[in-house]
């Protein structure tokens, strides 16, 4: 299986940036932030069930980082950087652990969770995703990403940026979202706070100053956290030029 992408083509001396969008996002997401590299080749996927890849499902994270490698393969990308946000971090974090990623070059992850530490935890998370998913499947996504945006994390949004969102997101496939969900909801994935800790690659961590929960969980892992000023849980949105400045930093790009 090969996932749906935008390529935008730099100087083919230079690394590629790999850019992995939140749940419910696409291509599009990241693009503010990527177009600020215009002498560096981007690759915008749409992971499994979102946008251009709505039709194709995927049982787990193994099924989804088979998918991320046939792609890259299928651009001839051999070198690159893995930039997610939210579950496109949880995507970034889980292939960049497994052993033998030739290519990959480090990692950066804007709010992105590690994993549950135990299994009540991961209970708690399955019967919350499956209620999440049983929505998605029956439910308007206008209404359900009503409730969505509702959630703690998203507690620093405004009015209208939850009303943006809302709309934005309601062109999406319930069905497909639903089974994304549950194909990597926090109940399965593994802890991999250890797998980051003995790393052998560059991670870094970016969270935006108003996002408390990632920015504790940032404190918890092996990597240098930059904060994203004038931001919430979403930050490349709500800042993009702040996550670019950022990544330019980062990278020396």
């Keep these: 299986m090969k996932l749906h ?26 693009r503010e932030v990527g177009e600020q590299f215009s002498d560096v080749s981007r690759l915008y996927v749409d992971l499994p069930g979102h946008g251009g890849s709505v039709n194709l499902p995927a049982r787990d994270f193994d099924d989804v980082c088979i998918a991320l490698n046939n792609t890259l393969l299928s651009y001839n990308i051999l070198e690159y950087w893995l930039v997610g946000y939210s579950l496109g971090g949880r995507i ?9 990623m030739p290519g990959l070059l480090g990692v950066i992850v804007e709010g992105g969770h ?25 439910q308007p996504l206008n209404d ?8 703690p994390v998203f507690a620093s949004l405004t009015v ?8 934005l ?6 069905p497909a979202l639903a089974e994304m969900l549950m194909a990597t909801s926090l109940a399965v994935q593994p802890d991999l706070r250890p797998a980051l800790r003995a790393r052998d690659f560059p991670f870094w961590y970016l969270c ?13 892992l092996n990597a240098s956290c930059h904060i994203i000023s004038a931001a919430g849980h979403n930050a490349h949105r709500e800042n993009p030029v702040g996550v ?6 980062l990278l020396s790009l």
Excluded at 169 to 174: L, S
């Design 92 to 100: 970034a974090m889980y292939q960049a652990c497994q052993q033998s």
């Design 244 to 249: 670019a400045s950022t990544l330019a930093q």
């Design 160 to 167: 209208s940026q939850r009303q943006a969102l809302v709309r």
């Design 208 to 220: 935006g100053e108003r996002d408390a929960k990632f920015r504790a969980i940032a404190d918890e």
């Design 114 to 138: 590690p994993g549950l530490q135990n299994d009540r935890d991961r209970a708690e998370r399955r019967l919350s995703d499956q209620r999440w998913a049983a929505r998605f499947r029956q």
């Design 144 to 151: 359900v990403f009503e409730l969505w945006y509702q959630q």
């Design 5 to 30: 992408a935008v390529a935008e083509r730099g100087l083919p001396t230079r690394p590629w940036l790999v850019f992995l969008h939140g749940f419910s996002g696409d291509n599009r997401e990241w």
């Design 169 to 174: 997101r309601q062109h999406n496939h319930g």
